[in-house]
């Protein structure tokens, strides 16, 4: 296993395909890195030179990828809740944010959302049974 920008990469596979594994980079990025390098599409990284990996390593540094990206979604969503928007809200409810309908579909949201009611009646049933033992 080759390490790029932290992450452990495929021997086995195609360089093009081996870079998808990296967060933040796809088919599209990863076939135009290797187009600039000049690296065969079907060449595997086992077949790779050191002198190779290194310069992937180098163009890669130009994007930003990995902890980098996911720091910049992360704030950027903190950002809208922060402002109380609408997107922010349905973020913070676990909600789906770009319009789409809640009544047959988003399946995933209700689920959630449905624990997170069914724990909140289980508190509050047992702070009443705990008031009630109080006033006999």
């Given at each position: ?34 187009k ?36 910049i ?41 449905k ?22």
């Amino acid at each position: 296993m080759t390490r790029i920008a932290g992450v452990n990469i495929p021997n086995n596979k195609y360089i093009y395909i081996s870079l998808t594994y990296i967060y933040g980079i796809g088919f599209s990025l990863s076939k135009k890195i290797c187009k600039c390098l000049n690296i065969n599409l079907n060449t595997k990284v086992s077949d790779l030179s050191n002198q190779n990996i290194e310069d992937i390593k180098k163009e890669l540094n130009k994007y930003i990828i990995e902890n980098d990206l996911k720091r910049i979604n992360y704030f950027n969503i903190k950002k809208l809740i922060d402002l109380g928007s609408y997107r922010g809200i349905r973020h913070k409810k676990h909600l789906p944010v770009r319009g789409q309908r809640t009544r047959t579909n988003a399946k995933t949201c209700k689920k959630y959302l449905k624990d997170k009611i069914i724990k909140n009646k289980f508190i509050k049933s047992k702070v009443l049974n705990e008031k009630q033992k109080k006033r006999k």
